[in-house]
């Protein structure tokens, strides 16, 4: 059920230190949660195996695989982060304490909310690698969803849709986005969905039929001027998309051209203005539909030359001309940049120097700026100053750089922040006085009899804990 072999063979270019690495990380995880079973009632290292797959077949390296394989040893068995850095290295730690501390994050259904939660994850998230290991998380336990209780199953399926899908679309992987959101659909529209699947169904044939009529003539017309290096693709429009596609037409599935959509792939840029030239040398396009995504990207960095044009058998149908590097990035985005062949042992952070690690940066910057703004703060260095902790609960907390844990504890109530007696962060039992980081999680233990005192103060930033302190020193003095 879980052979190793089928992770290699998706490692076109590994090394045998790769192979050992992703080995290790197997046997590890195999033994880490060898009592452990999924809802399923499969052994859990099944999902383990499956994520690790998904990420081989994305072509992420063998660090990021190795990740995939260890993600959810810290949270669910119990390891040390020291123990997978001891073993695996930092940069391994590193990727599987990110998932981990994301996976703490708390979905509250509401759209508002959503947004910048999607927002706050890749903040949280200094590396690329650690969001794509929680994207193949997810869309393996959306592969697996039926296995969960009812009431639960609703709440992850409109989570997938609203926080992970749109990551997925928004760092450009949309081989990611276009399963995640179509598995999700089922769940949380389950009529849409089959009405959809319905409209398709009915459409389905004498589209692919019309289509391929078309791409013979297509083909001779190339020919005729001397354009013979391409080739072409047709795929029918992911479910969900199509849908929202649909509801913005009155569900009306005539109005819609591109549910089968043909790319023509040619080796460069010139060749696609060239076959863009021709095209519509030949065939009438529908005016307001050409569009330029090479000259002018989308700002998830996708690129092609779209037009839809009549086929001259009374149907319209949607090209797409783009180069084979275009037509990578918009299956693979951002993991087609920190995969297998590009990828350092420095990892994606965003201080380092390397393209792939200018295209993060810029991605995580314009993501601030928006955050920024949307937290009407747009003077200054929102992240820089900011911190965000968790509750036990998972609701998130942002407090200025540098707060103590007495912050905290004043953040969730006066009350609280009053009579703290102690508290454990990440499930250690540390002084209150510990400043504390990023992602850190937070428990307050209180005590009727306890009380503020002057040291309080010394380790208290924020403005409403040095408040209730002082008031509770002089109150107590009278
Ligand atoms: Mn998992």
Known sequence: MTNIQEIFSLLTQSTQTDKALVQKAYDFALHAHRDQKRKSGEPYFVHLFETAKILADLGMSATTISAGLLHDSIEDVGVALETIEKEFGKDIGFIVDGVTKLGHLKYRGT?????????????????????????????HNMRTLQYVPEDKRLRIAKETLEIYAPLAYRLGI????????????????????????????EREGSETESLEKFLKSLKKELAANNITNFHTEHRIKGLYSLYKKLKRNGMDIDKIHDLAALRVIV????????????????????????????AFPKPNGYQALHTTIFNGDGGLVEVQIKTEAMYHDSEYGIASHIGYKQETNEGIKPNSKTTQNALWTNLMQSLKTELA????????????????????????????????VIDFAYSIHSEVGNTIAGAKVNGKFVAIYTTLKNGDRIEIETKKSAKPSRKWLESAKTTMAKKHIRISLTGSRK
């Open 267 to 294: 080796p460069s840029v010139s060749e696609c203005y060239q076959v863009l030239g021709i095209i519509h040398g030949a065939w009438r396009p529908l005016p307001g539909r050409i569009k330029d995504y090479i």
């Open 111 to 139: 759209a508002r909310h959503s947004e910048s939660l999607r927002k706050l994850f890749l903040a949280m998230a200094e590396d690329a690698r650690v969001i794509i290991v929680k994207l193949s998380d997810r869309l």
């Open 373 to 404: 703004e949307e937290e009407n703060v747009r003077k200054i260095d929102f992240f820089k100053e900011r911190i965000f902790v968790f509750t036990p609960k998972g609701d998130v907390i942002d407090l200025p750089f540098g707060s103590s």
């Open 174 to 201: 949309r081989k990611l986005n276009r399963e995640l959101e179509d598995t999700a659909f089922k769940y949380v529209y389950p009529s849409e969905y089959a009405e959809t699947v319905r409209l398709v169904h």
